[in-house]
């Protein structure tokens, strides 16, 4: 598979080693047929395991990267910085915000939350959202999530919370 043949995995929370990737709403371009990621991928204990630690060939054939510590991962086998991949990653970013999302499609962007998922509203957490061609985001609603996306969920949301406290109580002091 090359990377265009998978959609809509969602990063979750933190941009920390807290974050969740959730490939559970995700699809998989196989020999032309549109598939649900954990269909195509057909291994559970996998995507609950070594897919939150490590994308394997599924995702990224050439590196064996982590999701979770990906930017370490890229210095240690590239003997480089991982500086262009987060460069691409900010202008597929700031791509996505100014021409907006492809149809049915969505990308995880860090935002204020507005209550969904039951985020506290104000809390910059990245959530599934689709783009307007105008720019304007909405975060995408009505995703399930199971009993192992609550916990790892929960666990990325309080480190935020840690971090915003930590945050106002630095500025009060100041």
């Given at each position: 598979l090359k990377i265009g043949d998978v959609k809509d995995v969602i990063i979750w929370g933190n941009h920390s080693n807290t974050q969740y990737p959730d490939a559970s709403h995700?699809?998989?371009?196989?020999g032309g047929k549109l598939?649900?990621?954990?269909?195509?991928?057909g291994d559970d204990a996998w995507l609950k395991g070594e897919f939150l630690s490590a994308s394997s060939s599924?995702?990224?054939?050439?590196?064996?990267?982590?999701?979770q510590k990906r930017g370490a991962i890229i210095i240690e086998k590239r003997k480089l910085?991982?500086?262009?991949s987060a460069a691409?990653?900010?202008c597929d970013h700031v791509h996505d915000w100014?021409?907006?999302?492809?149809?049915?499609?969505?990308v995880s962007m860090?935002?204020?939350?507005?209550?969904s998922y039951d985020i506290p509203a104000g809390l910059v957490f990245s959530f599934p959202v689709t783009i307007s061609p105008s720019g304007e985001w909405k975060?995408?609603?009505g995703l399930a999530w199971n009993d192992f996306a609550k916990e790892k969920i929960a666990i990325t949301l309080k480190e935020l919370e840690e971090e915003r406290d930590e945050a106002l109580k630095a500025c009060e002091s100041s």
């Open positions: 995700a699809k998989v371009n196989k598939l649900e990621a954990p269909a195509a991928v599924l995702l990224c054939a050439s590196l064996n990267l982590t999701v910085s991982s500086a262009m691409k990653a900010a100014f021409v907006g999302t492809k149809q049915d499609e969505w860090a935002v204020p939350s507005d209550g975060i995408v609603r």
